[in-house]
């Protein structure tokens, strides 16, 4: 299987069993969190070096999340952070970052933004997309 077809469908799964929703008052509508919204979440209170709690408390969930897929499947990484050396702080600094600098794609899925972003951040010696 390749690289991509593993981003697929790992970025699948976090989609359809973590994906926080929003749901539209209109219609009833579920919307998925877009990298835009996660943005401004993230923004909210935040300095270099002290993300608030929503954003790390979002990436570290994410983070293990996709751990856990990846182990259930026995797939390679598709990034490597070490949390020993990189505070969650700093991980969510970049990641803050990452979708600041994709802010061209702010209606896409939060979910595929941040794992691009973690492969770009944290990319594993063997594996990179």
């Known amino acids: 299987m390749s690289s991509y077809s593993k981003l697929f469908l790992i970025v699948s799964y976090l989609i359809i069993l973590t994906s926080p929703l929003v749901y539209a008052e209109d ?42 897929l990846q182990q259930a499947e026995q ?31 702010s209606n896409e899925p939060a979910q595929q933004i941040v794992l691009e972003g973690l492969n770009k951040n944290y990319p594993c010696a063997t594996n990179k997309i």
């Open 27 to 68: 219609n009833g509508n579920e919307e998925l969190l877009t990298a835009g919204e996660l943005l401004n979440s993230c923004e909210e209170g935040s300095t270099p070096g002290s993300p608030n709690q929503y954003c790390m408390r979002y990436l570290y969930g994410y983070i293990q999340t996709v751990l856990l």
């Open 75 to 105: 797939s390679p990484p598709i990034f490597c952070i070490n949390p020993r050396v990189t505070p969650i702080e700093e991980a969510t600094d970049n990641m803050i970052a990452y979708l600041r600098n994709q802010s061209s794609r």
